[in-house]
């Protein structure tokens, strides 16, 4: 059975199920990841000391985790372009080196935990810890979701390319979606948490 409008675009919004799917998840990861900005935000001018990220977390890895993301957001962008002039093999090459910038944020991300972990940081620290921890936790499984999504589609989910070039092209796009609003995330997150 065909569902309608997987494809082509609807008559009532001009975009086609999927996008509206993912724009509606997307909403709600706003509102998730809002009301989260807003309890650092209240806690945050609630307390009588704060400190600066940029005292105790180390902004040179966080700033070399941004262009991590930013890179792999451009990736996202040159492997749906591929899809969009039917190349499936250039692709696989970007959706690949996509996955990998994804592998490397984490990675990076596991050393800083790590560092913090020896030196006896951890939620239960205190307000700042908490925060920081729950919101780059939340964020790490974001970009481990994402990574899954896309090393599907590089992997067995390819083979869809052949029956329905153009299914699989919005398929990628709409993964593309996410990718580039996790990016989004960090760009908020790390002046937040690391410089101010």
């Known amino acids: 059975?065909?569902?309608?409008?997987?494809?082509?675009?609807?008559?009532?919004?001009?975009?086609?199920?999927?996008?509206?799917?993912?724009?509606?998840?997307?909403?709600?990861?706003?509102?998730?990841?809002?009301?989260?900005?807003?309890?650092?935000?209240l806690i945050r001018t609630g307390s009588s000391s704060w400190p600066r990220g940029d005292t105790i977390l180390s902004v040179p890895l966080a700033t070399f985790n941004t262009l991590v993301l930013i890179s792999s957001s451009v990736t996202m962008v040159m492997a749906w372009a591929s899809l969009m002039r039917r190349k499936l093999g250039t692709f696989r090459?970007?959706?690949?080196?996509?996955?990998?910038?994804?592998?490397?944020?984490?990675?990076?991300?596991?050393?800083?935990?790590?560092?913090?972990?020896?030196?006896?940081?951890f939620p239960s620290t205190d307000n700042f810890y908490a925060i920081y921890f729950t919101l780059t936790g939340l964020h790490m499984l974001h970009v481990a979701g994402g990574m899954a999504?896309?090393?599907?589609?590089?992997?067995?989910?390819?083979?869809?390319?052949?029956?329905?070039?153009?299914?699989f092209t919005n398929r990628v796009e709409n993964s593309g979606l996410f990718?580039?609003?996790?990016?989004?995330?960090?760009?908020?997150?790390?002046?937040t948490l690391y410089l101010l």
């Not at 082509?8 to 706003?30: H, M, P, Q």
């Not at 999504?149 to 299914?167: C, S």
């Not at 990718?179 to 002046?191: Q, R, S």
């Open 1 to 41: 059975m065909e569902i309608p409008y997987t494809v082509e675009a609807r008559r009532d919004t001009g975009l086609n199920n999927g996008k509206i799917g993912i724009w509606l998840f997307l909403a709600s990861e706003v509102m998730l990841f809002g009301a989260l900005f807003a309890s650092y935000i």
């Open 93 to 121: 090459m970007y959706i690949g080196g996509t996955v990998l910038l994804g592998l490397v944020f984490l990675i990076v991300k596991y050393f800083e935990y790590s560092d913090k972990f020896h030196h006896g940081h």
């Open 149 to 167: 999504v896309n090393a599907y589609f590089w992997g067995p989910g390819a083979k869809q390319y052949y029956t329905n070039p153009e299914w």
């Open 179 to 191: 990718w580039h609003f996790v990016d989004l995330v960090w760009i908020f997150l790390f002046p």
